[in-house]
Nanobody, 115 residues
């Protein structure tokens, strides 16, 4: 069983940066790790993933602004978010799975971008 614990997020002005981290209790070496986000009343949407072989993919809306990385001794996945826009405001979720669709989820963390 894999448990994912998120940290980071918060409030930032438009154009600013935030970093989200996701620490795993079990090994995530073979998992595809991803970030999703959700706003009230809407479905959770894909943001980015990084496969076990370090292949990455991003939603068009965040390409060139967000970067997903993984690895390190702390078994973590991070999402570096730059040039943030008010429309990036959402609850962000870390996910991990044996395919691109997560089987495990973090607890969610709020990101608010003010205009």
């Amino acid at each position: 069983q894999v448990q994912l614990v998120q940290s980071g997020g918060g409030l930032v002005q438009a154009g600013g940066s935030l970093r989200l981290s996701c620490a795993a209790s079990g090994s995530i070496f073979s998992l595809t790790m991803s970030w999703y986000r959700q706003v009230p009343g809407k479905q959770r949407e894909f943001v980015a993933f990084i496969a076990s072989g370090y292949t990455t993919n991003y939603a068009e809306s965040v390409k060139g602004r967000f970067t997903i990385t993984r690895g390190g001794a702390k078994n973590t996945v991070t999402l570096q978010m730059n040039s943030l826009k008010p429309e990036d405001t959402a609850v962000y979720y870390c996910g991990g799975g044996w395919s691109s669709k997560p089987d495990y989820w973090g607890q969610g963390t709020q990101v608010t971008v003010s205009s």
